[in-house]
Structure formats: structure tokens, C-alpha cells
DNA sequence: CTGTTAGCGCGTTCAA
DNA sequence: TTGAACGCGCTAACAG
């Protein structure tokens, strides 16, 4: 396996075979007006050269990097790790390559870094949970193609999981459970996934007069979760709808520690149904947001875009309910 | 936010400067041989503008992208995860930009994505736990500059974790525990990961004549690990030994399914440390490798082989033991 | 200190 | 069908 001599170029195969840059070009890149004996002649040079045409030349000739950016708050959080699996491997299928940046939670990194890497790729995927609606306008005009999971902006595509369905969902799931006192961890306040959430409780407490649902604030992780076990125990309510899985499981872990009983004295349930909410002890009730797929459409509608085609619609997913053993009948 | 009124190059600057391009290029890029007064005339000029070079025409005059690729086997994987969110920090820090690569367990596609990627960007860390030896050094001849990360190859610069002396740790917890019949649910038979761990072993029995440790062939998930379940229960061993932290918390899921008891009838050690050992049921008791470490650790050394200058010794970590609930006195 | 010129490695007109 | 010339946008020699 003879590595390439260092610097290998389009003239390098023209020379050995005796034909000029522009069909070379021509035959690697399977253009019908090369003869076809002289494009094997060519194909032959190559690769015996071991060449391959420099895609950063390419890009700046082409204009397109054959790249896309995606950003998103934390590669620590797993469903940012799924949407980023589902999209890679949608993407590289087509033969595109991904460039991830990490804003690490920072609104002001997620505005510059978005910026930064559209400008070395032909679009950007934008998984923005927390940036104002305002901002969020502003950015994606200098931005496009765009495309925004779990947010929406104007006309530009986005995917997204319907939040507010999956916790109206949760909710009636534990009312019928006979819970009517129901704390709520919320996440990030100003954060869009947090307020859908909230629009969702509303809608049932307007619709569930018999039923009290608080709201306490938490976090988005497990510490946070773990933090607020005191003030759910201190509540009084006899189920617990946590931002997501892992304040859930933070929460599962803290109020079993304290001697409490899930679900017998406490139901819990989470949202996204990470892949180890299914292993938690007991196994945790949740709502499953497909992230993975999220991802991969994330990819088709940029995909799209990139072709000039027009993007699908506005794609919504619905979470799955996913009942496990971490809700129960309410403690009378 | 006026955005860019698409395409205005380093000319429109210089126009509107009314200067040279190579004036625009020097004031822009910091080069002190030009009048403070004019870089401030042009940087005025570049900020009206909202002017920033593009980085695909400066890649191809500079000869770099400002980019590194990482090719990992799996992004599903927490491992992996980690040391991409590690690596991802500390290069975003030195204002370097990673493509991610994921090779979906596939030996073929790394090779692929390896030789790809790199062309696109100023080097490689090769996450390759499964290529042979003999391909490795093949390949990473023409990916230099290259950063294993638990690999070795040559000269080529690595970090890993010492998957053999945290082995030998963890068996020594399990003996000191008077464990004496143990099980180790091996992961993919040719990874250099699991042939680290047989070494350990081996030197283990050779050195512990009294105990017996036997390999029931497994995996390296979930399912896998409680699909060894029975087996491990069959083997009338009194403590398992993981390949991963995934098997063991299938194994620790499917054998308490079972009613067995942990630790109380079976001591169950896990490998890795991921985010949710600490929450499973018992709490995991594993070894703590910091995957974010070795990624940082990574790009450290390809930072100092893209300056030039010489990489630092290979680097290995020692995974930590960390005790928690899935282990205990052997049952008598 | 500044402007002019020559590439970086390709794809793509335009003639021949 | 092929080749010569031009340009993508920028930086770095080379003069002035």
C-alpha cells in the first residue's frame, strides 16, 4: 500500500499520461465528452499515482465543501449524542462530512461558533435550546442553508419533537394512575423545550381542575435532579415529572436514598427515554423523543436544501409514551 | 445584524480601503510591517463590511484547515462519546475545528473514512480498537500527522488507558473480597481492548493459583450482557467480571430479573466508568477511565505535532478503581 | 511601508 | 473531443 509521495496533483497524472489537466479532470470526474479509451488512460495514471483531487481545492473552485456544520449546547447530553449519530450517519451515507461544534451551553459560543463553521461548510444544522427567539431570527438569515431541530424560525426547515403532546400525554398517564397532586422539575427557564413543557401543563390544569400540578425549579442533569429530591419529598405530591431522564434518574436515585418507595409512595417519570432510562431501578417511565431519527431528518431536509429542491414539510415527531415500573397507582 | 450581502471578498475591503489586497491581507492577519493608521482604515472598512477571509481559499494557500478528523468506531458508544466531547473542548480552545467520523463498527470504513477525512483536515486521532496491528501501521504511514488514542504504533504519538493494570486491580478487589470462582464476559474477541484484559487475567491466575477465572465469549452492550446472564449464573462463579459497563448492567438487569442477588449471590464489576454506572442498582462498582481526559490528552499531542514541534511521550492513564454496591464478600 | 505578480490545485469556459 | 487560459479567494514572494 504505497502512500501517496506527498503531494500527488492533477499534473503529476497528466504528465504519465501524456494528456492535459482539463481531461484529466474530465475523466476523473466521468465527463461523457472524454474519449473513453483516453479516460481509462487517465483512470490508470491515477491510480498508479494514488491520486485523489485535493477537495479543499475543489471546494474553493466548486464553492461547496461536501460539509456541514452541526452545533450543538453539549456533547455530553445524551440526546445531542444521538442527534449527532443519527445525522453523521445520514450524512455520510450521501458521501457528506460532519464538522461538530460544542457551544458548551454558552448562547454567545452557539451565535459565533455557528457563524464560524457555516463559513467552512455549506450549512449548518442548529440545535439552539436556549437562544431568544429574536436572536434566533437574526442568526439564521446569514446562516442558510439552515436547518433547526426543536426550533422553529420563519421558513426555515426544521425538525422537531413535540414536546407539548408528550407531556400532556405523561400527564394524563398519571392522572388515570389517580395522581392528582404532581410536581413539575422544570430546566432551564427561558430555554423553548422548558416553555412547551409548560404550555402543556397548563392545558391540563385548565382541563383537570381537581388536579394541582407545582412547579420547582431544577436543572437539566442529574446533580440537578438529585438537588431537588428534598423539595419533592417536602411537596407532599405523589408523582414527579422530571425535565428529562436524567433529572429523573438524579431524582430516583436521591428520594430511594431518603427511604422512599418508587413507585409505591412516589411515581416518577422522565422524557427522552436515553438508553438507560430502561435500566434505571425501577425502570423508568418516560416519553422516547426518536433523537436519532431527529438527526437523520435533520439530514434529509439539508440535504434537500442542498440540491435547490424545496425542503419538506416542517417534520413534528410525537414521543412514545414508554410505561415502565417507575409510575404506579397514587399513594392514598 | 446586516449579514453579509453574500460574497464580499477580500477586493470589496480593499476598495473601500482603498488599498492593496496584500495591505487588506496584512492589516487583517496582524502583520506589524504595515501603518497602524491604514490597518486601522482597513479593519474600519472589514468591520463595515462584516468581512471575514474565507477559510476554504486560505486552507488552500496556507496548506491548512484549521480542522483535525476523529474516527471513532461507534458514536453510540459513551466511551467515544467522551473523548470527542474531551477532544472537541480542547480543540475548539486552540480554535481548531473536528470533523467527526464514525465508523460504524466497521474495520473497512475506518480505513475509508481515516484516508478521507484527513484529506480535508491538518491530521488524524484514530480511535481503532478493532484494526489489526499490521493494518494500523500501514495506515497511519500516510495519515501523519496521526494521534492513537489506546492504540501504539511506531513512533505515532498515543494516549491510552492501561486496560491491563486496571484489569489486574479489579481482579485483586474480587480476591481480596474472597471471590475465587470469577467469570469475565469477554467483549470482541480481536479488539486489543479484550486482549489487554485476557493478559491481565492470565498473569492474574498464574499468579493466584486458588482462583479460576473463566471467559464466556459476549459482546459489548446491553443485550450482550444479558444475554450472558445464564451462562454467568450456570458457571456457579461468585463474581463477574465485565468486559464493559454496558454488560454489566445487562447483566446486572437480567440476573437480578432472575432473582438473583447482587452483590449478595454474584459480585458484578464493570469497566469505563460511564456517566450512569454510579446509577444503577446496586451502584456499579467499575473501573473509572477518563475517556475525556484521553481525548483532551489527544489533542494536546496533535496540537504539538501540527506546531511541529516533538509529541510528548505516549501517555497512559490509569483507570481508577471505584468501589460502589455491585461488589461484596464472596458468597460462602 | 506598500503595490504588483505569482501561485495554492482544481473546474470550466472558450477555441481549435 | 481536446488543450490553453482564466479564475475561485487568498497569502507570500518580489520590487518599489
Redesign the interface.
Known amino acids: ?1 504505497p ?2 509521495p506527498k503531494g500527488v496533483t492533477i499534473s503529476d497524472v497528466a504528465a504519465r499520461a501524456g494528456v492535459s489537466l482539463s481531461t484529466v479532470s474530465r475523466a476523473l470526474n466521468g465527463n461523457p465528452t472524454v474519449d473513453p479509451a483516453l479516460a481509462e488512460r487517465v483512470k490508470d495514471a491515477a491510480a498508479a499515482l494514488d491520486y ?1 483531487a ?4 475543489r ?2 473552485v466548486l464553492g461547496r ?1 461536501q ?1 456541514v456544520a452541526v452545533v450543538v449546547p453539549d ?2 447530553n445524551p440526546t445531542f ?2 442527534i ?2 443519527g445525522l ?2 445520514a450524512a ?1 451515507a450521501d458521501d457528506y ?6 457551544s ?1 451551553e454558552s448562547v454567545d459560543e452557539e451565535r459565533l ?1 455557528a457563524v464560524a ?1 457555516r ?2 461548510t455549506d450549512g449548518v444544522i442548529l440545535c439552539s435550546p436556549r437562544l431568544p427567539q429574536d436572536e434566533l431570527d ?2 439564521v ?2 446562516l442558510r442553508p439552515v436547518v433547526l431541530i426543536n426550533r422553529a424560525s420563519g421558513d426555515v426547515p426544521s425538525v422537531r419533537a413535540d414536546y407539548r403532546s408528550a407531556l400532556a400525554t405523561e400527564l394524563a398517564h398519571l392522572h388515570r394512575l389517580g395522581h392528582r397532586r404532581i410536581v413539575y422539575l422544570a430546566g432551564v427557564a427561558r430555554s423553548v423545550a422548558n416553555a412547551a413543557r409548560l404550555e402543556a401543563i397548563a392545558t391540563f390544569v385548565a382541563d383537570h381542575p381537581d388536579t394541582d400540578v407545582a412547579e420547582i425549579p431544577c436543572g437539566v442533569d ?1 446533580e440537578a435532579g438529585a438537588a431537588a429530591a428534598p423539595a419533592v419529598l417536602a411537596s407532599g405530591a405523589t408523582a414527579a415529572l422530571a425535565y428529562n431522564d436524567l433529572v429523573a ?2 431524582l ?2 436521591a428520594v430511594q436514598a431518603s427511604g422512599c418507595r418508587v413507585p409505591g409512595d412516589l411515581s416518577v417519570v422522565g422524557f427522552d427515554d436515553i ?2 432510562a430502561q ?3 425501577p425502570a423508568l417511565t418516560t416519553a422516547a423523543v426518536p433523537a436519532a431519527e431527529l438527526g437523520a431528518q435533520a439530514w434529509t431536509r439539508m440535504r434537500e436544501l442542498l440540491e435547490g429542491g424545496e425542503p419538506g414539510h416542517p417534520l413534528t415527531l410525537l414521543p412514545e409514551l414508554t410505561v415502565r415500573d417507575s409510575t404506579g397507582p397514587a399513594a392514598t
Do not use: C, E, I
Not at 485535493?54 to 481545492?57: G, L, R
Not at 462530512?97 to 460544542?102: E, T
Open positions: 500500500m502512500r501517496p485523489t485535493s477537495p479543499v481545492a471546494s474553493l465543501t460539509t456533547l455530553g449524542q444521538a449527532l449519530r453523521s450517519r455520510a462530512h460532519v464538522l461538530v461544534a460544542d458548551a461558533l463553521t463559513r467552512r437574526r442568526l438569515g446569514g442529574f434518574m438524579g430516583l436515585s438508553p438507560f435500566y434505571t431501578s
